[in-house]
């Protein structure tokens, strides 16, 4: 873990937010409205269960859990080791829409093995329905994620968006391809393992927050640890909570706190388990421009000095300008993949497609 404890100590709130150096700091936030009813604790995350037919309790799972809850907790978990994942030698950037070798793979994309990976998919395709209801919502993708980056996922609406952040989190199965995550192939692992793997080594922020109202803020940052049968790493703790600026919420349920705040305490608890990944779906679509800001100014901050991965799906050009990637989808296909996007290069790739 790099230097992180003095930037940490800052409180959350009093921080200006933090502009990428590639990003226009003067350009006004402009986070997507919810598009799926906004905040609430009411929010059932039924739509996170296992990838299976299987309900989850027949596999294990805690239903409605990304991460579930084991059968055997696994010993071997890469968070035993006490620290974020270690970030590995950069790999080669994908360029995953070049289409300069006949076979459709960018030059350098097999030059390392997955398993060095965040995550990765190689021709990844995902077929919903059958006969006239069939889409093909993943086309033959191809697509690696360096450890310690932060990549955004955009493109228009039905572009693949969620469908590729669910096959990559093993959340939903593929049709056929490849996934890689955490240094594991999953494609044909079975559903228990998989969860296991995901409680273990996936961390979750979504729009909606999904925090369980019952439960405290404290409780629902400890479940996944909980789930888990493990403590929380006391250092990693305070450095959340007092960089998160939630410490004095802690004992409040989430119908007590502000969306904001809500989202602050997921996001904790996305990284308290020292995850391989952060998958964030649309984590500021809920939020105001401000506590946008916030919240992604903490993510960077999590990749840069904690190694984090986090592989984000946005509407949003401004919220794609902190990371350090945006790949651009269209009809289940990455069509750019944009090196440290600006706003403004990411409205025009945006303009292009949905031109
Ligand atoms: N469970 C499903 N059953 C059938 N079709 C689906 C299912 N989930 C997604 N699709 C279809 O797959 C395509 C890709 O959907 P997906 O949700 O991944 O797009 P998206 O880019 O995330 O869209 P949005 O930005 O609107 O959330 C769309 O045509 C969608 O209708």
């Known amino acids: ?50 990838p299976s037919p299987q309900p989850a309790e027949q596999q294990g799972g805690q239903p409605g859990q990304p991460w579930g809850h084991p059968q055997s907790p696994d010993p071997q978990s890469a968070q035993a080791a006490g620290a974020f994942p270690a970030q590995a030698a950069p790999a080669q950037p994908s360029h995953a829409a070049n289409p300069a070798r006949p076979d459709g793979l960018a030059p350098g994309l097999l030059d390392t093995p997955f398993e060095t990976d965040a995550a990765a998919g190689i021709d990844l395709t995902k077929i919903y329905g059958d006969g006239q209801t069939r889409v093909t919502a993943l086309d033959s993708v191809h697509v690696r994620f360096t450890r310690g980056t932060f990549t955004a996922i955009m493109g228009p609406s039905g572009s693949g968006k969620s469908t590729l952040m669910h096959c990559l989190a093993g959340l939903d199965r593929i049709t056929s391809g490849r996934v890689f995550l955490a240094g594991q192939e999953i494609s044909g692992l079975p559903d228990s393992k998989l969860t296991t793997l995901r409680r273990d080594n996936v961390g979750f922020i979504f729009q909606s927050f999904n925090l369980l109202p019952m439960l405290t803020a404290e409780e629902n940052i400890r479940l996944p640890l909980d789930l888990a049968g493990r403590k929380p790493d006391k250092a990693l703790w305070d450095q959340l909570v007092t960089g998160l600026g939630i410490a004095d919420r802690l004992k409040h349920r989430p119908s007590e706190l502000s969306g904001g705040q809500q989202q602050r305490v997921a996001c904790a608890r996305a990284m308290i388990t020292k995850p391989h990944v952060v998958f964030a779906d649309e984590p500021t679509g809920a939020l105001d421009s401000k506590s ?64």
Not at 300 to 323: E, F, N, P, W
Request: with cysteine; aromatic share 6%.
């Open 1 to 50: 873990m790099k230097g992180i404890m003095s930037e940490h100590n800052r409180p959350y709130e009093s921080d200006e937010p933090w502009q990428p150096s590639h990003a226009a700091p003067s350009e006004p936030g402009s986070f997507t409205p919810p598009r799926h009813g906004g905040p609430s604790e009411h929010s059932a995350p039924s739509q996170w269960a296992a």
């Open 292 to 355: 946008g800001a916030n919240l992604l100014t903490y993510l960077r901050h999590c990749v840069d000095d904690l190694g984090q991965t986090i592989i984000m799906v946005t509407h949003d050009a401004k919220a794609a300008s902190y990371a350090d990637r945006a790949l651009m989808l269209l009809d289940g296909r990455i069509v750019d993949d944009i090196t440290s996007p600006t706003a403004e290069a990411v409205n025009e790739a945006m303009a292009g497609l949905e031109g």
